[in-house]
């Protein structure tokens, strides 16, 4: 197994289970102990996890994955999902983009999408997308697409996650309007609403929401029922959750009693 896969998944059992012991994650992974070790250890060093006698731990209760280590988490699922979230959007429109894997995967859909990658402008000489979003990740990836104008809010990165928090980001909020708003989500509950980690995140997701008439939460089916540290909105400013199919029919019939627009990949 390569060193990044070994990474990736010594992370995700830090992740699920807050802890991982030496021995156990050398069998689950056939390699030797002395490897996870060395393992362990750089991954301490890039304050990734907390070294312990005998393993590691999470940093704290709610651990949170950099990105570059949740991109291959269940990759398929995001891919369908930011298909089917690029297909509610409409040339032409204004559209906020939050951080995260599942919106990077909207991001990349949108800007393979014929009808806009065929076009330099619409009617009136508007871009064929404009896409304004606090992920720099995302604004690098669209930044080269000549049909899509792209808006980043400023702010102060996270390196977890790319995207730009705090006065600077809210300031250019602020100012705008919105067709749409793609919100990538931690957890979403249907008695607590949508929830992330961080809360400065938390803050300019919740003002790209309120800035757009509709809004639209893409999020595997892993992150329905959990609970994150920082609250986002409520289920009343969601209009669409596009999961994937292993979202329970319990969960899907008590969005819709909410209010909420279920679309399954």
């Not at 021995?23 to 907390?50: M, P």
């Not at 393993?55 to 995001?78: D, I, N």
């Not at 997701?205 to 892993?222: F, G, I, K, P, T």
Request: charged share 20%.
């Amino acid at each position: 197994m390569a060193r990044d896969a070994r990474w990736d998944a010594l992370l995700e059992l830090v992740g699920k289970h807050g802890r991982v012991e030496v021995e156990e994650a050398a069998a689950a992974l056939a390699v030797s102990a002395a490897t996870i070790r060395r393992d362990l250890d750089q991954l301490a060093e890039q304050h990734l996890l907390t070294r312990t006698r005998g393993g590691a731990v999470a940093h704290g209760v709610s651990y949170e994955l950099a990105l570059r280590y949740k991109t291959g988490r269940h990759a398929p699922e995001k891919q369908a999902i930011g298909r089917a979230v690029s297909g509610l959007v409409a040339v032409g429109e204004v559209v906020g983009l939050t951080g995260g894997t599942t919106v990077t995967e909207v991001a990349r859909a949108l800007a393979v999408r014929p009808d806009i990658v065929g076009e330099t402008t619409v009617a009136g000489g508007q871009p064929t997308l404009t896409v304004v979003t606090n992920a720099l990740n995302i604004a690098s990836e669209l930044a080269i697409r000549p049909q899509i104008k792209m808006v980043v809010t400023g702010g102060v990165a996270r390196p977890q996650s790319y995207e730009l928090t705090g006065p600077l980001a809210v300031g250019v909020m602020n100012e705008i309007t919105l067709d749409v708003a793609v919100l990538g989500v931690n957890a979403i509950d249907i008695e607590r609403g949508a929830y992330v980690h961080h809360e400065g995140e938390a803050s300019v997701n919740r003002l790209l929401a309120e800035r757009a008439q509709r809004v639209v939460v893409a999020a595997d089916s892993s992150k329905i029922g959990k609970r994150a540290f920082a609250r986002v909105c409520d289920l009343g400013l969601v209009d669409v959750l596009v999961t994937d199919a292993h979202i329970t029919a319990e969960a899907k019939d008590r969005f819709g009693e909410a209010g909420v627009q279920v679309i399954t990949v």
